[in-house]
């Protein structure tokens, strides 16, 4: 079945440091990616999307790229902020209206 | 607008009790996901709806768990006899159509089983 693997966290970094979570897939056709965040004590929110190969998903200057030949879709700060410290989840659809299947989740701490 | 809510927003029972959480999605929107979010499992699929028929109720771990939407719109989740092992936050998420990707969530019951 499908499945999303993160990294392991927590992540602590001080401000402005270059964030960088990773996530890689196994699915069995052609999934969209998702980076969804959870601020403390807050929802869960789509922060970027990719829904085909080499697509770039960006928001907030998060970005993440939908790598098919590596099955990855790392997520990427130039300059992490304080506001930045929340839960992140990688996450897949098989196919457009279908179930998302999430990875583990990565706690990020940023100090400032 | 409004967003997705759910009632009530915490909610502790003792072993053995049935209990009921409910879900109302965005105005308008045809699709509605149940998750549970808990120690140790993650982020787990539970059931979509597709108006008012579920097309994908494999995520449901037992007999136990059921749900319904009535009206396209508002949906209940049932816990019957309820187990320490059921206890984590639920999350309501929804669409607002079928082959839309992005899923709207709402903020959670937390589920505590005495």
């Known amino acids: 079945g499908d499945s999303v693997t993160q990294m392991e966290g927590p992540v602590t970094l001080s401000e402005e440091a270059f964030l960088t979570i990773n996530c890689t897939y196994t699915?069995?056709?052609?999934?969209?990616l998702f980076w969804y965040v959870q601020y403390p004590g807050e929802g869960l929110q789509l922060l970027l999307k990719a829904t085909k190969a080499d697509d770039k998903g960006s928001n907030k200057g998060f970005e993440a790229t939908y790598r098919k030949e590596t099955t990855s879709f790392h997520l990427e700060k130039g300059s992490v902020q304080v506001s930045d410290s929340a839960v992140y989840f990688c996450?897949?659809?098989?196919?457009?209206?279908?179930?998302?299947?999430f990875g583990e989740g990565t706690q990020l701490t940023v100090n400032p | 607008g409004a967003g997705v809510s759910q009632s009530p927003s915490n909610k502790v029972t003792e072993k053995g009790k049935d209990v009921e959480l409910r879900c109302d999605p965005i105005s308008g929107h045809t699709a509605l996901y149940w998750y549970r979010q808990s120690l140790g499992q993650g982020l787990e699929f539970l059931i979509y709806f597709q108006g008012n028929s579920a097309p994908d109720k494999s995520g449901l771990p037992s007999d136990r768990f059921s749900a319904e939407r009535t009206g396209g719109s508002v949906s209940t989740l049932t816990i019957q006899r309820t187990q320490q092992e059921d206890s984590a936050v639920y999350l309501c998420?929804?669409?607002?159509?079928?082959?839309?990707?992005?899923?709207?969530f709402g903020p959670g019951t937390r589920l505590t089983v005495l």
């Open positions: 699915a069995t056709g052609y999934p969209s």
């Open positions: 996450a897949l659809s098989e196919t457009s209206g279908s179930r998302l299947t």
């Open positions: 998420a929804s669409s607002p159509k079928s082959g839309y990707n992005e899923q709207f």
